[in-house]
């Protein structure tokens, strides 16, 4: 039995679940209540679970983010939305120095279960202050973990077992998949926060992507098969810690690999993928790892502009050809 | 180090698709000389190198598509040494993977020709060259693309330059009727004389006249470039071609003006003959300062075109038909032409036009000073 679902639904009934499966869990975050979130995402569950269980803040990331670690703190399992990742950063003293250092500094004593979700990345012309993919700024950090649900399957299924996890979590929903449409079991498939996906088999070479450039590099693979360049596609969908033994199984089979980051090529997430590729599979390269990242500017207003900034699959499917000297 | 750049062969070329490099590393090129040959939307273009120089690298892929202004390669000037220790073509390339199957194979790499990107060794080309049969070698040639590609392309970049052209260029337009008796006359005479292969067309004598008349007004020859007209040395005049597989293409006859007319005749002919078969030159593509369409060998009487951004005027050619015509008090029958002017109003002003007209008009009834 199966419904289609969009990515947004999805996630709207993995937390009517964890509402009402924990009586310690509640939702925090700019307009999520009466709104129903910048996204719609928590549309109706104020209505149907409270203002104590679903709570509009005021505009001010540093307090409402440090209030949900302090009520993780406090024993309570809070799911605190920002409304896209630029603005988190106004939240990262909390989030690094706080949430992800605590169990350490306090040799073990206090842990943070807390789950902050945030919108990420560009294509609804937002321009450069709600565009940005910063996801790699947290995975550079130890002491969260770092989700990047690329799936309807994955927005339905990833929240509860982040919930369960006794450390921070941070989860990235590219704001391009909330209308994503797919089939959706029912009951939901039960998914692990540890492994990458195959989510496409091949032997030519290996695409590697997360988030919101899944879609792009799946349609890329698809041209590419058209000329009978079987690309396989893996998801990371865990950006911390990385699943990097997925990553080179399948690079040991296809002998290149291609990283499709939304991120700034510098210091990117594909950096450290392909160096770690570099490091642990060089004798079974046969090509020089490659990359399509985003332009190195602020994401541009204009729509040709931001189009041209993007990772597409055009410029996917043109690097791979490259690397197969086709 | 001189950087050579893939030029824009015209305003409506974005990308183009590097299908033959013409040299290799270590080769002396000379101005002009072709070293690449690039399919753009419009043909496959030869691309002429710029200055006199040693190749030291060639950058760009074949199969590769890259924009306008990639650099494709990089030469040593002149007297220049290479760089020390930057040689990077120098060595074999060889992917990890393939350099130790061959140790495995006991194989010598300096016997395997290398297919991957930079022709670089690869697995595949170890494998090959290890096996007791060699394989017929795979075919180098990329997928074509179909004529209907080329014609949705082409029909595509012409759609991105005239409509630049009318969302920028305010044109106005002028019309003469210029009396052809005289050069007509003047041509029948000129061709008895003339074996069939060398006669002249009609053509030639337009061209030839366009080019004259722009010397008295320079104002319609030349390129509007970031707000500021620069008006041309020569007049190389852009031929509107059609192509059989539809749209067209406006390649140089260069230097129009300085030519006699049987090596422009001659000059004509190559460029059209080369424009059908896809094989212009980039100078070609690029250099045209005013456009010249004579669609009169279509059967229309008069034509007002869009001029080809950044040119800045455009004249048109209709049929020849014989007219009453009055001229001293009498009416006779006269051959004539509807001459068109299509031109940049922020560039020149209509009195302008009519003085370059007139003087096209009046170049015409001269024929043998042409």
Known sequence: MSTRTSYREALRAAHREALQRDPRVFIMGEDVGLYGGSYAVTKGLYDEFGEARVRDTPLSELGFVGAGIGAALGGMRPIVEVMTVNFSLLALDPIVNTAAALRHMSGGQYSVPVVIRMASGAGRQLAAQHSHSLEVWYAHVPGIKVLAPATVADARGMLWPALQDPDPVVMFEHAQLYNLEDELDDPPPVVDLVHAAVRRAGSALTIVTYGGSLPRALAAAQTLAADGIEAEVIDLRVLRPLDIETVLASVRKTRRVLMVD??????????????????????ELDAAPARVCSEEVPIPYARHLEEAALPSAPKIAAKARQMLGR | MIEFKLPSLGSDMDDGKLIAWHVRPGDAVKKGQVIAVVDTSKAAIDIECWHDGVVHELITELGQTIPVGTVMARLLAPGEAAPVGAAPTSRQRVSPAARQRAAELGLDLAHVVGTGPQGAIGLEDVERAAAPAPKPAASAVSAASTPADRAAEMRKSIAAAMGRSKREIPHYYLSETVPMGRALEWLRTANAQRPVTTRLLPAVLLLKAVALAVRDCPEMNGLFVDGAFTPAAAAHIGVAISLRQGGLAAPALHDAGSKGLDELMRDLADLVKRCRAGSLRSSEMSDPTITVTNLGDQGVESVFGVIYPPQVALVGFGRVTERPWAEAGRVTVMPALTASLSADHRVS??????????????????????
Not at chain 1, 272 to 280: G, K, M, N, Q, T
């Open chain 2, 349 to 370: 002003d209509g009195h302008r036009g009519a003085l370059f007209l007139a003087r096209l008009r009046d170049l015409l009834q001269r024929p043998e000073e042409l």
């Open chain 1, 262 to 283: 939304e991120g700034w090529r510098t210091c990117s997430l594909a950096a450290e993928v392909l160096a770690r590729v570099a490091e642990d599979a060089f004798y």
